[in-house]
């Protein structure tokens, strides 16, 4: 059964339906400049900065954010960064311009964010990060929340590392090392990193015999786990497990073993929809289940509370899972 690539989750910008129409010109302006949702509640207005929404797991983190808002009365503005850091930053610019009652930032880049922090604090508008930290993430654990921040809402993403390395542990030979390759995200998140070394710190742990022969970039998505899982196959056809640092990845990786004829196992990160399917068919060996939308409405209860007695860092459980074990992961994105 060949798996279908996941669909690109960029349809949420407003298209004009007739170049006449004054209303169709605002909004179709409005999602050039990469403003995808804005409610109309009279209540206060709360700004998401989102990496970009043609990622999936940051368009269901919009999601709980809008949804979270709506139920509280308020309204949401979220902005697509699309991958760019000057377009991000000039987004949080633009949304302390604006003074809303607060600002939720998934940041392209943890360090680069730390300005923005500042630049908020410094016009009083509370602002809190979702699902990456602020800082370096090499020096600074997901639970030592960034000055100036109301909260960061997120997984431990070292903790999801381990949570696969003890899915690893399952498939890897006995009797001799094993060989393993790790499909990465993007350079730059916080997450490439992170991820990977919880998995190692899972493996060195239990004392497992493993090297890791190569290491390549996904890119986050399907097409770039494909093209990464083809070209390790090709100098290293005797792969035993690709760890994929993301579900998306790891579908792509599953093509791309098939058609080698590998038997390698594959792991991923995320507890997708497609990824789960792919669990329940047998097509891939398991993953670590995450809940975006719950961390959208994570973040914005940080902002909209304001609950000084509350956690600066808001999670949730994140089990691994199997096909035998797939029931406890419900996917969201």
């Given at each position: 059964?060949?798996?279908?690539?996941?669909?690109?989750?960029l349809c949420v910008a407003v298209a004009a339906v007739a170049a006449a129409s004054l209303t169709g010109v605002r909004q179709a302006a409005r999602a050039e400049a990469g403003v995808v949702s804005s409610g109309k509640a009279a209540?206060?207005?709360y700004g998401l900065s989102t990496v970009g929404l043609s990622y999936p797991f940051a368009a269901a983190i919009a999601k709980g954010f809008s949804d979270a808002a709506a139920?509280?009365?308020?309204?949401?503005?979220?902005?697509?960064?699309?991958?760019d850091v000057q377009k991000q930053a000039n987004d949080i610019d633009d949304l302390i311009a604006q003074h809303v009652a607060g600002i939720a930032v998934m940041p392209l880049d943890s360090v680069v964010a730390q300005g923005?922090?500042?630049?908020?604090?410094?016009?009083?508008?509370?602002?809190?990060?979702?699902?990456?930290l602020v800082g370096d993430p090499k020096t600074r654990s997901v639970e030592?929340?960034?000055?100036?921040?109301i909260a960061l809402a997120s997984q431990d993403e070292v903790a999801a590392g381990r949570a696969a390395g003890s899915l690893a542990l399952r498939w890897l030979p006995r009797g001799r090392p094993a060989r393993i390759a790790i499909i990465e995200g993007a350079a730059g998140f916080p997450e490439v990193e992170q991820r990977a070394r919880g998995f190692r710190a899972a493996l060195d742990t239990a004392g497992a015999r493993y090297d890791v022969v190569a290491s390549q970039p996904?890119?986050?998505?399907?097409?770039?786990g494909e093209a990464a899982c083809q070209n390790i196959l090709a100098a290293h056809p005797d792969i035993d497990l690709f760890y994929n640092e993301a579900d998306d990845m790891m579908i792509g990786c599953a093509r791309a073993v098939r058609a080698a004829g590998s038997p390698a196992r594959m792991i991923g990160v995320g507890g997708s929809k497609l990824g789960i399917a792919s669990i329940k068919a047998g097509a891939v060996d398991g993953t670590v289940c995450f809940k975006p939308e719950a961390l959208g409405a994570l973040v914005f209860a940080a902002l909209?509370?304001?609950?000084?007695a509350a956690?600066?860092?808001?999670?949730?459980?994140?089990?691994?899972v199997t096909r035998a074990t797939i029931g406890e992961c419900v996917g969201q994105w």
């Open positions: 059964m060949r798996l279908r690539p996941i669909p690109t989750i209540g206060p207005r139920r509280a009365g308020a309204s949401a503005v979220v902005l697509d960064a699309k991958g923005w922090v500042r630049r908020a604090n410094a016009q009083n508008v509370p602002i809190a990060a979702v699902a990456a030592d929340v960034y000055p100036g921040l996904g890119n986050w998505t399907s097409e770039g909209h509370d304001k609950n000084g956690p600066r860092f808001r999670t949730y459980p994140i089990p691994a």
